[in-house]
C-alpha cells in the first residue's frame, strides 16, 4: 500500500500481488455490498465499514470479471438490526511529516564554489558567515547583504501538523421484518502544508425487508459530498510546494522566502519574489501555496437494490441493480508572476462518471447425506460505463491581471469528451465438499467487451482449485488449532480503454472553420484481450488456540498478449501504435 502523495483526499496504490499490466491499472477491484465501485473508494467513510476481506488470486475473478483479475477487495457496510440504538463517535488523528532524506546545510547558493544569488542549485562556496548580496528581486531590498550562513529549520518549518478529525453519528433501527441503518459523518482535514484542506460529507441509509418468508429486498443509498482545496500535484509542477521545499537553496532566510510577493513598479501588479527568475516550474514555496491554487469539488451517489427469492431451501435467486455516479467540478489559478503562467491563467472544469451494473445469481447448496456437499452458482452481468467532462482555460494570457474569468482572454481554449464502454457476462462456478474437509472448485466465465474487435470480443477463463483442512482429517499435536492446504490453477481475460479501434480526432478552435487534430496513436482492429494464467500453493496454520496465525502462498503469474503503446519512428504520422505484446 502506497500512500498518495497529493495532500489529504489523496487516494493510496494498493497492489495485492504485483504490477500485471503495462497500460492497464494493476490495482484491485473494490467490491461493496457485493457491487463493484468505480475506482478507488477513498472518499468511503470508514465508520461505515463492518468487514473487509481480500480476495488476491486470479480465481476470484470467475465471480467478479476481468476487472478483479488483479485481486478483490470486499467490504461489508452495517445492516440495519431489531431493537433502536444511536451512536454518536468523534476520532482525531494527527500527522507529522517526516522528512526522511536529510538536507544539508554546508553549502549554499552557486556552483563550483562561487556564489550565485540566482541560482537554485547548491554547489556554491562552504558557509562562512560573510556578507553577500541579497538574491530578493524586491526593489526595497536593493543593494543590501545578509550573512552567508545555513538556515536550519527553515525549510522544515513551512511544514505544518496536520490532522483528520471525522464525526459520526449512526442510528440502528428495526423488527422482525424491516431493518434499517442510517450513517452521517462530517469529515474536515488539513495537510501537512499550509492551504490544503478537505471536508467531506457521508450520508449513507439502507434498509433490508424480509417481505415473506422466502422474498427479501436489500436496499441502500449513499450520498458523498467532498471539497478540497489545493490539491498538490506531484512531480515536476509549479503546483507542488513539496518539490518547492525540497529544491529551496539552504541559505535562504525564513524572513526572506516568506516575503514571496512583491509591488512590481513597472507595472502597478504583485510580482513574484524567487531567486531564480523565471525558471518555469520552479517557484518561492510560499508563491506555490498562495498564489497558485486549485479547489476540487465532487458529488457522489452509490446505490443498490437486491431481490432474492428463496425458491427451496437448496435454491435462491437474486437479482439486482446497481449504481456508482459521480459529478465532479474543479477551478484552477495562476496568479500573474508565475513563471509557467508569467501573465496568469484561470481554467474551469467539470465531468461525470457513471457505472451502472444489473446482475442475477441463482445459487444452489445441498447437503447429500452426512459427508457430501455441493454448491453451485450460475449467473450473469451487464456493466455500463459512461463518462463525459469539459474544461476551459485562458491559456497563459489573462488580459487584466488576476482577474480570473474566462473572458478575460484573447486566447481561450475549450475541451470536450465523452466515452463509454460495456463488458457483458455469464459465468458458473461449483463446489463439492467432503467432511467439511476436502474441496473441489471449479468455476467459467465468458465476457463480451465493447472495447476488443468483434472477432476477438468474447474470451472464456476458467480455474480450478483444490484444498484440503488437514486438522479435519488427521490426528495433529495439540498446538495445532488449524491446518489447511490449497492449490489453485486460474485464467483470466481483460479488455483495454474505449476507442483504440478507430483512430480518433480532435476538434480545435481556429481560422474560419476550426481544425481536426488526428489523436497521436494509430488505431488496432486486431486486438486481442491480455490472458493473465496463476498457478499457486498455499499454507494456513494457526496454532495454540488461535494465539499464532501463518499464511504462506507461492505463487506465478504470467500476463500474455499485453495491450500497450509502442512509439514509432518520426515521419511515420503518429507518435505510437497500440498493439498486443
Keep these: 500500500i502506497v500512500s498518495g502523495s497529493s495532500g489529504v483526499g489523496s487516494s493510496s496504490r494498493v497492489i495485492l500481488r504485483g504490477n500485471r499490466s503495462i497500460n492497464g491499472s494493476s490495482q484491485p477491484l473494490y467490491v461493496i455490498d457485493g457491487v463493484p465501485v468505480r475506482g478507488e473508494p477513498e472518499d ?45 463517535s468523534t476520532t482525531y488523528m494527527a500527522m507529522e511529516p517526516i522528512q526522511s532524506i536529510p538536507f544539508q546545510y554546508q553549502y549554499g547558493q552557486g556552483a563550483g564554489s562561487v556564489y550565485n544569488k540566482a541560482s537554485e542549485d547548491a554547489w556554491g562556496p562552504k558557509f562562512n558567515g560573510s556578507q553577500v548580496p541579497t538574491w530578493s528581486l524586491d526593489p526595497a531590498q536593493a543593494g543590501t547583504t545578509y550573512a552567508y550562513e545555513g538556515q536550519n529549520g527553515v525549510k522544515e518549518g513551512i511544514f505544518q501538523r496536520g490532522y483528520n478529525s471525522a464525526t459520526n453519528l449512526s442510528v440502528i433501527a428495526g423488527n422482525e421484518k424491516i431493518k434499517t441503518a442510517f450513517n452521517y459523518t462530517y469529515t ?26 422466502r422474498f427479501s429486498i436489500d436496499s441502500k443509498i449513499e450520498y458523498i459530498k467532498q471539497n478540497v482545496n489545493n490539491r498538490l500535484d506531484e512531480g515536476e509542477s509549479s503546483f507542488n510546494p513539496i518539490r518547492q521545499i ?3 537553496p539552504p541559505n535562504i532566510r525564513k524572513q526572506d522566502v516568506l516575503d514571496y510577493e512583491f509591488l512590481n513598479p513597472a507595472t502597478g501588479v504583485p510580482s513574484q519574489n524567487y ?31 437486491a431481490l432474492s427469492y428463496q425458491f427451496t431451501d437448496d435454491l435462491k435467486l437474486t437479482a439486482r441493480g446497481s449504481y456508482d455516479g459521480e459529478y465532479t467540478g474543479g477551478e484552477e489559478k495562476s496568479y500573474n508572476g508565475t513563471f509557467r503562467d508569467p501573465a496568469g491563467r484561470y481554467a474551469l472544469g467539470s465531468g461525470t462518471a457513471q457505472q451502472t451494473i444489473g446482475d442475477f445469481l441463482l445459487s444452489y447448496h445441498k447437503q447429500i447425506r452426512t459427508d457430501w456437499s455441493v454448491s453451485a452458482n450460475v449467473g450473469g452481468e451487464i456493466r455500463d460505463s459512461k463518462a463525459t467532462s469539459i474544461s476551459s482555460s485562458t491559456g497563459a494570457a489573462l488580459n487584466i491581471p488576476n482577474l480570473f474569468a474566462l473572458t478575460n482572454t484573447s486566447l481561450p481554449t475549450t ?17 463439492v465438499g467432503w467432511k467439511e474437509a476436502l474441496f473441489l472448485d471449479v468455476s467459467a466465465r465468458n465476457d463480451w467487451n465493447s472495447t476488443l474487435p468483434a472477432a476477438n470480443r468474447s474470451y472464456f477463463y476458467p480455474s480450478a482449485g483444490v484444498s484440503a483442512i488437514l486438522s479435519q482429517l488427521l490426528r495433529l499435536p495439540e498446538a495445532f488449532s488449524y491446518l489447511k492446504l490449497r492449490g489453485s490453477w486460474a485464467q483470466v481475460g ?16 481556429g481560422g ?36 499464532i496465525g501463518l499464511d504462506l502462498t507461492l505463487y506465478k ?10 512509439d514509432l519512428p518520426f515521419g511515420s504520422g503518429a507518435a505510437s501504435f497500440f498493439t498486443n505484446g
Design 494 to 509: 481483460n479488455g483495454t480503454s474505449p476507442y483504440l479501434l478507430q483512430r480518433t480526432a480532435t476538434s480545435i478552435a
Design 246 to 248: 525540497y529544491t529551496m
Design 44 to 88: 468511503l467513510n470508514p465508520d461505515n465499514i463492518v468487514s473487509i476481506n481480500i480476495l488476491k488470486g486470479a480465481n476470484a475473478s470467475a465471480l467478479y470479471g476481468s476487472s478483479g483479475q488483479n485481486g478483490v477487495i470486499v467490504i461489508e457496510t452495517r445492516k440495519g438490526k431489531q431493537g433502536f440504538n444511536v451512536g454518536l
Design 275 to 305: 531567486w531564480a527568475n523565471g525558471a518555469i516550474t520552479s517557484a518561492n514555496p510560499y508563491w506555490a501555496l498562495y498564489r497558485n491554487l486549485r479547489y476540487d469539488k465532487s458529488d457522489r451517489v452509490i446505490a443498490m437494490t
Design 415 to 431: 475541451s470536450n469528451a465523452k466515452s463509454r464502454m460495456q463488458t457483458q457476462s455469464l459465468y458458473a462456478n461449483g463446489v
Design 188 to 213: 474536515n482535514a488539513e495537510g501537512i502544508v499550509p492551504n490544503n484542506a478537505l471536508q467531506r460529507h457521508n450520508i449513507a441509509l439502507r434498509i433490508t425487508n424480509q417481505v415473506s418468508k
Design 512 to 547: 474560419s472553420l476550426g481544425y481536426i487534430l488526428l489523436d497521436a496513436t494509430l488505431p488496432n482492429t486486431q486486438l486481442r484481450p491480455e490472458k493473465t494464467t496463476s498457478k499457486e500453493i498455499g499454507l494456513e496454520m494457526s496454532l495454540f488456540d488461535s494465539r
Design 557 to 566: 503469474t504470467n500476463t500474455n498478449d499485453q495491450l500497450f503503446r509502442q
